[in-house]
């Protein structure tokens, strides 16, 4: 399987940026968690977003609950994370991750996840 990530780049606080993440066949054709990551040099890698690949439950953590918007295409081979009012903290590199069932409640664990992509990187500036 194989996932692509691309939308990352440079914007200002409190501004907008989209990122998408090709989603390989192989994934799609079956039940998947697909979630974005990120991580700064400082912190572990953290869950930013999750969502099944039927549409239906979308998860986010703390820190982007109300600014971030996950969603699938309706074809189901692409994921978007929509990120509104962007502030210097969401500064990292996204990466898009794919488990091979449903979201379960502990979403936001790495181990659960079997695909990654590459990394887009998000910077922000104040």
């Known amino acids: 399987g194989q996932l692509v990530e691309s939308g990352g780049g440079s914007v200002q606080t409190g501004g907008s940026l989209t990122l998408s993440c090709a989603i390989s066949r192989d994934i799609y054709d079956g039940n998947a968690c697909m979630a974005w990551f990120r991580q700064t040099p400082f912190k572990e890698r953290e869950a930013v977003a999750a969502?099944?690949?039927?549409?239906?439950?979308?998860n986010y953590g703390d820190p982007v609950q109300g600014r971030f918007t996950i969603s699938q295409g309706n074809a189901k081979n692409t994921l978007y994370l929509q990120m509104n009012n962007l502030q210097v903290e969401d500064t990292g590199i996204y990466y898009c991750a794919a488990a091979q069932h449903f979201c379960m409640a502990d979403w936001q664990i790495t181990a659960w996840y079997n695909y990654w992509g590459q990394g887009t990187q998000v910077t922000v500036s104040s």
């Open positions: 969502i099944n690949n039927d549409g239906r439950s979308e």
